[in-house]
């Protein structure tokens, strides 16, 4: 990690290990309703969204879309902490998570079967069948068939929850085109530890495996760079390398953040303890975080979620947009973006 305006400390890691390219089906993490802690009040179906066969008809008289489109915002981990293991092998976090406002988008057309295409820049390798995470998110909502296009924007198993920020929008374009609820929490969480937070969408504290989520100190104007140097890094195997899984929680949080920079003071206290392993299994992260950690104005680099993708947080957004600019010329082949943070 790198933070602070002059000391560059960002820390090389020792490489080893080879790169990793494989994208291993996702497990499901076993959940309950009873265990999912929203932070808003929701309201879930009282019978589960599989009894449901027929597509649903929206009230008499309500007003609705025959179309949905969604944005699949790009997750941050700003900081995350492994603070313990479960006995089925999924580990706790701690985590400070913000979303960017960039990301997947995702269109909805109501439709009397269910359908996915995927297009976009990362749609190469990304099935479209029922393994995709949309189609998994669509297949909890069976009344509400619609013809689904994925715009894949987002670099695969990057660490920044693409797939589940798919599923999480998924989920919502159906509701919105259907006015139906959402599936009870056990099963959003079973499509994915960090679809619970990406169907949330907003600055939250994270626990558990990704289903206890608690509100945080509402965030100063924040921009970021976000660079994925191009090697696919798995969640899985990231976890598996990790040295170990009992380490301290995120220390107490500010009554407020007074600017950007008090936020990545904060941080400065705070780490990913998925980076060391991720940097062991993909040496990129750490050229990519040394570039990132170079740029003038950037407050602190770190890498997000199990990796590869690398964020740096600025406090204005020229500094960003230049930081795109810089490290796209300096390496074309890196997946580079500015965005706002959204609060
Ligand atoms: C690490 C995080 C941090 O936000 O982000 P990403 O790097 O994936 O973006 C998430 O916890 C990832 O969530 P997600 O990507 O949905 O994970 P899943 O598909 O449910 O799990 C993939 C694999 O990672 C491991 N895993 C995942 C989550 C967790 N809390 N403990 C784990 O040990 C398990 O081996 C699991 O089989
Ligand atoms: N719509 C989708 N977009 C991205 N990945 C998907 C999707 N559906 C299934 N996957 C699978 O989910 C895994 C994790 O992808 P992603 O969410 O992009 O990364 P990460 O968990 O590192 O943030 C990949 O192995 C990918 O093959």
């Given at each position: 990690m790198y933070c602070g305006r002059s000391a560059a400390r960002w820390r090389r890691a020792s490489s080893g290990?080879?790169?990793?390219?494989?994208?291993?089906?996702r497990t499901r993490p076993s959940g309950s309703a009873a265990s999912w802690t929203p932070v808003s009040t929701r309201c879930w179906p009282k019978r589960p969204p599989s009894a449901r066969r027929r597509p649903l008809r929206p009230p008499a008289g309500t007003d609705v879309p025959a179309t949905a489109a969604r944005l699949a915002?790009?997750?941050?981990?700003?900081?995350?902490?492994?603070?313990g293991r479960r006995a089925d092998g999924f580990h706790l976090l701690d985590s400070l998570v913000v979303f960017a406002d960039t990301g997947d988008r995702l269109r909805a057309r109501r439709a009397a079967r269910t359908s996915l295409t995927v297009a976009g820049p990362f749609a190469a390798g990304l099935d479209a069948g029922p393994d995709n995470l949309v189609r998994?998110?669509?297949a909890l909502m069976p009344g509400c068939p619609a013809a689904l296009a994925l715009d894949k924007q987002l670099p695969l198993a990057g660490g920044i929850g693409g797939?589940?920020?798919d599923a999480a929008a998924a989920l919502r374009a159906l509701a919105d085109l259907y006015r139906a609820p959402l599936p009870a929490p056990g099963a959003v969480l079973a499509l994915g530890a960090d679809v619970p937070v990406c169907l949330h969408g907003r600055a939250v504290r994270m626990r558990g495996i990704g289903e206890v989520l608690a509100p945080v100190p509402a965030l100063p104007p924040l921009w970021c760079v976000l660079v994925n140097p191009g090697v696919a890094?798995?969640?899985g195997p990231v976890?598996?390398?990790l040295a170990s899984p009992d380490n301290p929680p995120l220390p107490d949080f500010p009554d407020a953040f007074a600017d950007a920079a008090a936020l990545a003071d904060w941080l400065c206290g705070t780490r990913n303890d998925l980076e060391p392993p991720a940097r062991a299994l993909v040496p990129e992260i750490a050229r990519a975080g040394d570039?990132?950690?170079a740029q003038p104005g950037c407050l602190l680099a770190r890498m997000s979620g199990s990796g590869a993708t690398v964020f740096g947080l600025f406090a204005r957004a020229a500094e960003a947009r230049a930081a795109e600019a810089a490290l796209s010329a300096a390496s074309p082949a890196w997946?580079?973006?500015a965005a706002a943070v959204a609060g």
């Open positions: 290990g080879g790169r990793c390219r494989s994208s291993p089906r915002r790009a997750k941050i981990n700003l900081a995350l902490h492994v603070t998994r998110a669509a797939g589940s920020a890094c798995p969640t976890f598996g390398a570039a990132v950690a997946w580079c973006r």
